[in-house]
Every structure is written in structure tokens, then in C-alpha cells.
């Protein structure tokens, strides 16, 4: 099983009214101070073997914005990662970028540190949508900067969109397709508006002042989206993932496959041969423990055979293909999950074949409580 290494940046140069993420507006000293932590943060892990030995192979960088680190922060944080654990030959090193902040030099700087996919944050290609969630830029931006990256070498382009923002339609949701089509990327990832607490699109939904991202509206645009992707010769191998041919993200796959990953950075996440742990969300606490020389791991949870595979499940059904239906270690039926799974079954959710089980159109729509009831 592939093992993966996450890096949460979390920094952005503003915040998008619908972010719920652990962040702060970037500021150059505290960068680098976090940089400083993080590579401190590599270096104990190294010490304590918390890999055993195992070479990372995909390396994704997440947030927040990577790419308010400078391209010099960038490569030192992979060169550490080179230095600590080793990558593997072919290892996919990704990284999310803001269309806004990225340069010609930047992005050629990247592709010679080793960086070999990007993800850009596009959202959507309609001006007056992004402006209303506090997120101004243009088509014309997100344009440049895909011509930028494929000029510097990246042949593995993301775009990131979101359907169901306060004022969207269904033309303009397709109209954002199309034009995310035109700029040829071989992955897109699109994502439906959730509204998260205590973010400022909450408040104004409260205020009245927005309204509700529309359910139904919704349902259309996940439908539109799939079948134009389909069409434009896309494959859908994940609920809200499309890619080209050979394109998968790597690194997200893994997630989704029940593989080992470790997460560095203030709420970063990891799981690592059954053992799940998180690092503190606060960024001084995270350098404090780090200036201490610990490790800033704030909870750790030892699953139980049982509960790794119940888990596996769980993220393998967000895959189109689904997953291997197989929970008792022993091979005998295991009559509580057996009973769940029929359920969902009779419900309409879920669908058992040739030893695998798999969401069906509706159970994708209901992806998440599925979930906890497996769980
Ligand atoms: S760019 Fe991404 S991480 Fe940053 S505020 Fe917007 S949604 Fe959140």
C-alpha cells in the first residue's frame, strides 16, 4: 500500500466567505517561522522512524494556499522531505495554488524542485459568483495561470469548482464547465457548497442576507457536471472527482483506499498502520511544542482491526468502483454489519455485486449519512 506525506500551509491572502479551514491571512514572518517548525516537525519524525523506513510516494501540498510560501520556503520543505523519508522514483508531489499567485518564475521553480501536479482553486468563471463569496478573480486569471503551469512543464493540471454558490444558475454552472473544459486540465474536482458554521456565509445566510445553497439545484448541477465531464471524455472515479485517463490523483486515492499517510502542520491528520493521530490546530502552539522539540500530536487513536476495515469501507465506497465487502477477519459473516448493509440495500443505497458493494446514483446524493451508518 502506497504511503502518502500531507502538508498542511495555513495561510491564504484573504478568506473566502464559505472557508471553514484552520487559517490565518499570510503574513512573510510568520511563514517563515512556520516554515522553520515544519521542517523541525519532518526532522523529529525522521528521528522517531514514524515511517519505518517506508519512502513517501505522493507528497501533497494543502491548506490554506501553498503558494503564499515562497517558491525558495516550497522547495526547502521538499527537500526535507527528500532528506527525512526519501521519495520514491515517480513520486507525485502536488500542490493547490490560487490562480492569483502564481508567476512565470514560480511555477518553473516548482517543476525543477520536482513538483509534478497543480491544483487550481477556479470555483467558478463567473465574476459577479466569486466577488458575492469574497473570492474576486476572473476567467481571465485562472487563463493565465493555466497557460503559465503547462508552459513551465506541468502536465497534470486540477481545477477546482463549486456548485450551489448565492447567485449561481444552472447556465452558469454550465458556462463555468465549459469554460473549465476549454482550458484542457486532466482532473477536475467539483465540490457543492456546504455551509459551515461560523463562517461569514453562515452569518449572512442568518442576516438574510444570502440564501440557502438550493438542494435540488444542486442534485441538477452534480448531474450537468457529470454527464458534460463524461462526455468531454472525463471519468468519474470519485463522488466529486473527474479525470482524464491515467490522471487520478494519487494522493487523494490513497485516502480512499485505506492507505497510510502522515500529516505535518497545525490540524494536520494522519493514519499510520492503524493509528490515527492529529496535530494541534493552533499555529503558536504547533511552534511552541516544535521549539520544545516534540512532536505537536494532539490525540491519538489505536483502531481496532474491526474498525480499520469497517473505515476502509466507508472511504472505498466514495469510489465509483467501490470496494471489496469484506469486514470479519475471520471470512464468517459478521451479522451486525450484514444486517446495516442489507438495509441500505433494501433502501436503495447501496448495491452488492460479484463481492463488492458500491454507491448507487441515489446513495451518491447521501453519500455521508450512508457513512455513519456503516460506521
Ligand atoms: S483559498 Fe481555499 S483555504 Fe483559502 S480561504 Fe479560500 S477556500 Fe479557504
Not at 473566502?16 to 517561522?33: G, M, N, S, V, W
Not at 459577479?128 to 506541468?154: D, K
Not at 473544459?181 to 456565509?201: D, G, W
Amino acid at each position: 500500500m502506497p504511503l502518502g506525506l500531507y502538508i498542511h500551509v495555513p495561510f491564504c491572502r484573504t478568506r473566502c466567505h464559505f472557508c471553514a479551514f484552520y487559517l490565518h491571512i499570510h503574513r512573510e514572518d510568520k511563514a517563515q517561522a512556520f516554515v522553520e517548525a515544519l521542517l523541525c516537525e519532518m526532522r523529529l519524525h525522521a528521528l522517531r522512524n514514524s515511517l519505518e523506513g517506508r519512502r513517501i510516494e505522493t507528497l501533497y501540498f494543502g491548506g490554506g494556499t501553498p503558494t503564499t510560501l515562497s517558491p525558495d520556503q516550497l522547495c526547502r520543505i521538499v527537500e526535507q522531505g527528500r532528506r527525512c523519508f526519501g521519495l520514491a522514483d515517480h513520486a507525485e508531489i502536488s500542490l493547490e495554488a490560487h490562480p492569483d499567485s502564481v508567476t512565470e518564475e514560480t511555477l518553473q521553480r516548482l517543476v525543477q524542485a520536482g513538483f509534478n501536479r497543480i491544483s487550481f482553486g477556479m470555483q467558478s468563471s463567473d465574476e459577479t459568483e466569486l466577488v458575492q463569496v469574497g473570492r474576486p478573480s476572473s476567467a481571465a486569471q485562472i487563463g493565465r495561470a493555466v497557460s503559465l503551469a503547462r508552459a513551465a512543464g506541468f502536465s497534470d493540471i486540477n481545477l477546482d469548482l463549486i456548485y450551489g454558490l448565492p447567485g449561481q444558475t444552472l447556465d452558469s454552472w454550465t458556462a463555468t464547465l465549459d469554460e473549465a473544459l476549454a482550458l484542457e486540465p486532466t482532473h477536475l474536482s467539483c465540490y457543492a457548497l456546504t455551509v459551515e458554521a461560523r463562517t461569514r456565509l453562515a452569518i449572512d445566510l442568518r442576516r438574510g442576507d444570502r440564501t440557502e445553497p438550493d438542494a435540488e439545484l444542486q442534485n441538477a448541477m452534480e448531474d450537468e457536471a457529470a454527464s458534460r465531464l463524461t462526455d468531454a471524455g472525463f471519468q468519474r472515479y470519485e463522488i466529486s472527482n473527474y479525470c482524464r485517463p491515467g490522471y487520478a490523483c494519487r494522493h487523494n486515492l490513497l485516502y480512499w483506499q485505506g492507505g497510510d499517510y502522515l500529516g505535518l502542520g497545525p490540524s494536520a491528520q494522519s493514519y499510520l498502520a492503524g493509528c490515527r493521530f492529529g496535530n494541534v490546530e493552533d499555529l503558536d502552539a504547533y511552534r511552541q511544542a516544535l521549539t520544545e522539540d516534540r512532536l505537536p500530536i494532539l490525540e491519538t487513536e489505536r483502531l481496532s482491526p474491526e474498525q480499520q476495515r469497517r473505515e476502509a469501507v466507508v472511504f472505498g465506497l466514495r469510489l465509483l468502483d467501490g470496494v471489496v465487502f469484506r469486514v470479519a477477519e475471520t471470512g464468517e459473516p459478521d451479522s451486525d454489519w450484514d444486517l446495516r448493509v442489507t438495509r441500505l440495500a433494501e433502501r436503495g443505497l447501496i448495491e452488492e455485486r460479484a463481492g463488492r458493494i458500491k454507491l448507487t446514483d441515489l446513495g451518491r446524493r447521501h453519500a455521508d449519512s450512508v457513512a455513519v451508518e456503516l460506521l
